[in-house]
């Protein structure tokens, strides 16, 4: 898939105030500060249309962008420690759960998992509830050319064997680094045959 356009259409702070058009969406989640706005930026081939911080928990609301005129990828916010009220991330929580399980036409979720660190008990939790409600999702492990490949390797594995205790079969997975555009016809054919197949 070629990326020919991407514009920003809207924030919303709940369900009922996202686009109603009913275009395909693929969403795009993972703990605060993973490199999730670094990796859409990769991903439509633009510096700045996803804003990125060093504070954690930049993206509050649900922020939608209309790809090739035809779909959407979406900017959720993130979940874990963010610099914010405890009342403003449980409200995140709280429409960040509405949209995952009410969104009709979200196609696929992108689980976005730190590659330099051990499994976090977050992360699984996070994976193993999305299995419980049957959401289809991808998980994508960034920034791994922070680190060797040898230490990717064996996060991956203690990932696997973390998983292993609830999956029988590992989730599709993708390694990604946004410096270096790793991962990014990956992602984009995972969401090319999601249109596909649905």
Request: glycine share 4%; with cysteine.
């Amino acid at each position: 898939m070629i990326i020919k356009s991407a514009e920003f259409i809207k924030s919303s702070n709940s369900l009922t105030n996202c686009p109603n058009d009913n275009l395909p969406e693929f969403a795009f989640i993972g703990r605060s500060n993973v490199g999730k706005s670094s990796l859409i930026n990769m991903l439509v081939n633009r510096h700045n249309l996803a804003k990125t911080a060093a504070k954690p928990g930049k993206t509050r609301l649900i922020n939608h962008f209309l790809i090739n005129k035809s779909w959407y990828l979406v900017d959720l916010p993130g979940y874990g420690y963010a610099s914010a009220s405890k009342s403003e991330v449980s409200n995140w929580n709280n429409f960040i759960s509405e949209y995952l399980l009410k969104r009709t036409n979200l196609y696929n979720l992108f689980v976005l998992v730190d590659s330099r660190l051990k499994p976090q008990k977050i992360d699984i939790e996070f994976i193993n509830n999305l299995g419980k409600i049957q959401i289809p999702f991808t998980i994508v492990f960034t920034k791994t050319d922070k680190i060797s490949k040898k230490i990717v390797s064996s996060n991956l594995k203690n990932f696997n064997t973390e998983l292993s205790e609830t999956w029988e079969v590992f989730p599709t997975f993708i390694l990604s680094s946004s410096p270096k555009n790793i991962g990014k016809n990956d992602i984009l054919n995972i969401i090319e045959q999601s249109r596909v197949i649905k």
